[in-house]
């Protein structure tokens, strides 16, 4: 997984979740939902910056802990969504 | 109903007990416009605010003195059986010079002592001065509908209704409680004795302090109390509890509708309110007046359902439609009333319909708060039920989906996964048997605006868990009752005094001399539901089983089988027109940093936020409110003082 990936992912956390609070500790391994980072709307804030930032489709089935609940699950979620955009218009 | 205050101790010289009293008094007329008075003696003033209710003449002016005149009473409040407390009195042979409540409580003090308080039936705070004695004491009723808190200084004790009383004390210096700031951003109440203010102390509902050669005992004269799981009360068919939960309702109701003065009844086009209004306009046939909220933004108004009961009722109905911009315009003054900070906006509403209701000549209302924590109404106890349901089924996709029926009107909740919502509600990630379990995802969501803070703030508050404060604080015999019951006692011991009855309550209505009265919170009622099976009150997800049954007669069917509509009001949003055109100034970087309790950084971003119309989640929305409303707290009552400059002078 590239860093600018994890990165931007990071960034928007930062800016939207944390409001710029660089004294968070934010590993990109722990948990949004455990620290409450994010709430309900949060989750879907995130899934419109993933789309449009990342030009991918999030489909409602998707929108999973598993996929999204760390920065590290989030950029593997882009890179997979990603290559599945790859490999349908290639 | 009333204002009290006054001060037990030498620090006040005698010549200037008078003076002193009038000053705090003046800072209570709302509270009492119609008379005041004082009593002073060597080391004691009782000073009072007037709100004539019962008994019109000056026969019942207050500070009262005993027959004997070495006993003097400051009340606020209203004892609804006191006409049967006074029978019980003439029977033992005491004579009475007038109508009054106040009377009856002062010749029982004298006849049982303090523990009289005990044989009480409603809404009270008081302070007798038993010159025998040189005995104060205070008491405040068992749930907490009136205000007490007490300032120490010096050796002597310094009480009110109303802490702005407290800052005419020459000494008094305001300033911010953060550990109460901690509980707020999380509890949403600080919890008594503690209050927003550092150096003033709440008196705890259902408490009473005997001040006497400068020392103080206080002690619990009641508590809330359920059944031991395993220990249950006899069985009985629910239609005789249904019998006797609408006899009990119709009681309370009747001995609250005693006034020499017009009584009428909020009405919210809920349950709880309907069916309160419905047994009040029976005792009334066709005298009661209704008045309710409405809202301009159609997702917090429930005008269709008021009209309906108002309606079937034949009340005269009156309504306060609340615009965007009324909530920004009159929040400054809901702070100043509520002297503290708060997370919602829902106050301000019931400011603006206790203004109406004063204007329209009435000083008494019925309402009908106190159901949805005595009969299980709160969306918390069907949150905790789902979520316990959820735990033993951990991998259930099904199961989730049961949030968002109980969320309907949280639109961002309806379109997540049963993988998310079941890890929004911490579903199989708690412990069931926390005792906070309930209350837990409340806890969380709200103190994650706690992100707020500023780094000084967070360092001095490092190491404290508001949350572990109040599970240490839960009586032994806790762990023993029903999860519902667990629930119902967070909500009823803590939410109820300490945000309902109070920011949004006794200190929202009295702005106006308005006086409430809360049937369901009748102590016989309070008792009785907690001795209801859980099932019978919290039967499936259909909250208030019981209330429904034992009222459906009351009530057209769209009114007794309507589920539950939180009252909510406008957040953020309300001050994005030009009413709330001095949020800018108060959340100005330069001015947050300043008072340093908030990150100025972020609180800016917060409020762009806000100017884009974006604050749309749980957390943002109670940060904005928050912070505002401290910063108004801070302008308001430490104005001269930036906590950052006070806490160099300390």
């Known amino acids: ?90 | 109903m009333c204002g009290i205050a006054g001060y037990c101790g030498d620090g006040v010289a005698p010549q200037d007990g008078a003076a002193l009293l009038w000053r705090m008094g003046r800072e209570l007329a709302h509270r009492g416009p119609d008379g005041q008075g004082s009593h002073v003696g060597r080391g004691i003033g009782l000073g009072h605010r007037r709100l004539a209710v019962i008994d019109l003449s000056e026969g019942a002016a207050q500070p009262m003195a005993s027959a004997c005149g070495a006993i003097h009473i400051a009340y606020n409040g209203e004892v609804f059986n006191y006409l049967e407390l006074r029978a019980e009195l003439v029977a033992r042979g005491r004579r009475f010079r007038s109508e009054s409540d106040t009377e009856v409580v002062l010749q029982l003090y004298e006849e049982f002592g303090p523990d009289f308080v005990t044989k009480l039936n409603g809404d009270f705070a008081l302070a007798i001065w038993d010159g025998r004695s040189r005995r104060l004491l205070l008491a405040r009723d068992r749930v907490g509908v009136r205000p007490l808190f007490y300032h120490w200084q010096g050796g002597t004790l310094y009480f009110a209704s109303e802490i702005k009383a407290l800052m005419q004390v020459p000494g008094f210096s305001a300033e911010i409680d953060p550990l109460a700031l901690d509980q707020i951003f999380t509890l949403w109440t600080p919890l008594a004795p503690r209050t927003a203010f550092k150096n003033v102390n709440e008196l705890p509902p259902a408490h009473m302090m005997i001040v006497e050669g400068g020392h103080a005992v206080t002690r619990p004269y009641w508590a809330l109390d359920f059944p031991a799981l395993g220990d249950d009360p006899p069985s009985r068919a629910e239609g005789d509890v249904a019998e006797e939960l609408r006899a009990l309702l119709e009681d309370a109701t009747r001995i609250r509708m005693r006034a020499d003065v017009e009584v009428g009844s909020f009405l919210s086009g809920g349950l709880d309110s309907s069916l309160i209004s419905a047994i009040a306009a029976r005792q009334a046939p066709g005298r009661l007046r209704t008045f309710s909220l409405a809202f301009d933004d159609p997702a917090f108004d429930e005008s269709r359902h008021q009209e309906t009961m108002a309606a079937a009722l034949g009340t005269r109905h009156d309504v306060l439609t609340c615009r965007a911009g009324d909530i920004a315009a009159a929040f400054p003054a809901v702070v100043r009333q509520m002297e503290r900070p708060v997370l919602r906006t829902a106050p301000a509403p019931l400011y603006l319909l206790a203004q109406r209701l004063r204007g329209e000549g009435l000083k008494v209302v019925l309402s009908g708060e106190g159901a949805d924590e005595i009969f299980a109404g709160y969306d918390v106890f069907r949150e905790a039920r789902i979520r316990r349901f959820c735990a033993r089924q951990p991998g259930s996709t099904l199961r989730p989906h049961l949030f968002r029926k109980i969320y309907p009107y949280i639109a961002s909740l309806q379109q997540q996964t049963p993988e998310y919502l079941a890890a929004f509600f911490g579903a199989g990630a708690d412990r069931p048997d926390d005792p906070l379990f309930s209350h837990r995802p409340r806890f969380r969501a709200t103190a994650g605006a706690k992100l707020f803070f500023s780094r000084e703030l967070k360092a001095e508050l490092a190491g404290y868990d508001a949350a572990e404060e109040l599970a240490a604080s839960l009586p032994a015999e806790f762990s023993r009752w029903h999860p519902l019951h667990q629930a119902q006692y967070l909500e009823t011991r803590f939410l109820l005094p300490g945000y309902i009855l109070s920011a949004q309550g006794d200190r929202m209505v009295m702005a106006h001399g308005v006086e409430s009265r809360f049937p369901f919170l009748d102590h016989r009622l309070v008792e009785f539901a907690a001795r209801i099976p859980p099932e019978m009150k919290l039967r499936g997800l259909r909250e208030k089983h019981i209330l429904r049954r034992a009222g459906a007669d009351l009530l057209p069917a769209a009114i007794s089988e309507r589920p539950k509509q939180p009252y909510r009001a406008p957040e953020s949003v309300s001050f994005s027109g030009p009413d709330g055109a001095y949020v800018e100034a108060l959340m100005a970087t330069p001015r947050i940093a300043e008072d340093g309790l908030f990150n100025p950084q972020a609180t800016r971003k917060l409020l762009d936020k806000h100017g884009r119309g974006a604050i749309a989640g749980f957390r943002d929305a109670a940060a904005f409110v928050g912070i505002l409303s401290t910063q108004l707290w801070l302008r308001e009552f430490a104005g001269a003082a930036p906590r950052k400059q006070s806490a160099q002078a300390v």
């Open chain 1, 1 to 90: 997984m590239s860093e600018p990936v994890h990165q931007h992912i990071r960034e928007f956390i930062v800016e939207n979740f944390l409001f710029g609070d660089d004294d968070y500790e934010l590993d990109n391994g722990v948990s949004l939902i455990e620290t409450d980072l994010v709430d309900s709307t949060g989750i879907l804030e995130l899934v419109s910056f993933l789309e449009e930032r990342f030009e991918i489709a999030v489909a409602d089935a998707d929108i999973v802990p598993a996929n999204l609940d760390s920065i590290d699950r989030i950029a593997a979620f882009v890179a997979r969504k990603r290559g599945e955009g790859q490999r349908l218009a290639g």
